[in-house]
């Protein structure tokens, strides 16, 4: 009687359905690929490689050219202190002046005043300087008290006209007698472009106390310039600007 109990029971445990497993997974539709996407990934770690290797080339192609850190007034040249060297990218149509030319460069003039910063090349400079047109280079000698500490090239002045004690009776009422008073007779160039000073200490004044100076101005102010400076009588003031 209990072989057939347990019969029974095990029967009908094997009828009911059986349920699914907690381990199984319901099936997953297979992955759209993207082939475009993936292309595109290429194309850019290609771009990103060409553009590296064009640095790379570029960096072996830079040459150190000579800069100019003063301005250099026409006819003037360069010296260690208005120039610097710096690296810049090769390129035949520009004729940079490299640095390793600079002693060479030293024996040029500048043809015209060269501003400051600019990166010099070789039409900058030549055997002499070029006067623009409308202009002209008037040279002049002073004395201690007829121009003021530190002048330099490049900056600008007036310049004056003083002394005249040669000139007697209705002349005191002219340029002489203005210059003593400081009216605006007594201006002869309002404003002028030094452009060269001679530096103290030089051969140029080893016979001589005073200072020549070259100053660019207009072409109808020489002629008054060249009188005054030719009887001492010729003293420049910095004007506002510098």
């Not at 997974?25 to 850019?44: D, G, H, I, N, S």
């Not at 003063?70 to 940079?96: C, F, K, L, R, W």
């Not at 623009?132 to 500490?149: D, N, R, T």
């Amino acid at each position: 009687m209990k072989i057939q109990e347990r019969t029974g029971a095990g029967a009908g445990r094997s009828a009911a359905p059986a349920g699914p497993s907690v381990g199984d997974r319901l099936p997953t539709p297979p992955r759209e690929r993207k082939p475009a996407l993936a292309a595109l990934a290429v194309l850019l770690i290609l771009v990103g490689a060409l553009g590296a290797t064009m640095l790379v080339l570029q960096a072996g192609d830079r040459i150190e050219v000579v800069k100019i850190t003063e301005e250099i007034p026409a006819g003037q040249s360069v010296d260690g202190s208005n120039t610097t060297s710096v690296m810049v990218a090769e390129d035949p149509g520009i004729h940079y002046v490299q640095w390793s030319q600079l002693a060479a460069l030293k024996k040029l003039k500048a043809v015209t005043t060269i501003p400051a910063g600019v990166v010099a090349v070789g039409e900058m400079f030549g055997s002499e300087a070029k006067v623009p047109e409308g202009k002209a280079l008037v040279g002049v000698s002073l004395k201690e008290g007829q121009y003021p500490a530190g002048l330099k090239n490049g900056v600008t002045v007036a310049a004056y006209r003083v002394g005249g004690t040669s000139r007697s009776g209705s002349g005191d009422d002219g340029d002489g007698g203005s210059a003593g008073s400081g009216g605006g007779n007594s201006v002869i160039v309002e404003k002028a472009l030094v452009n060269y000073v001679q530096e103290k200490g030089g051969d140029e004044l080893v016979s001589s106390s005073n200072l020549p100076v070259t100053l660019l101005v207009d072409e109808a102010q020489a002629t008054a310039l060249t009188q005054a400076a030719s009887n001492g009588e010729v003293a420049l003031v910095l004007v506002p600007g510098n």
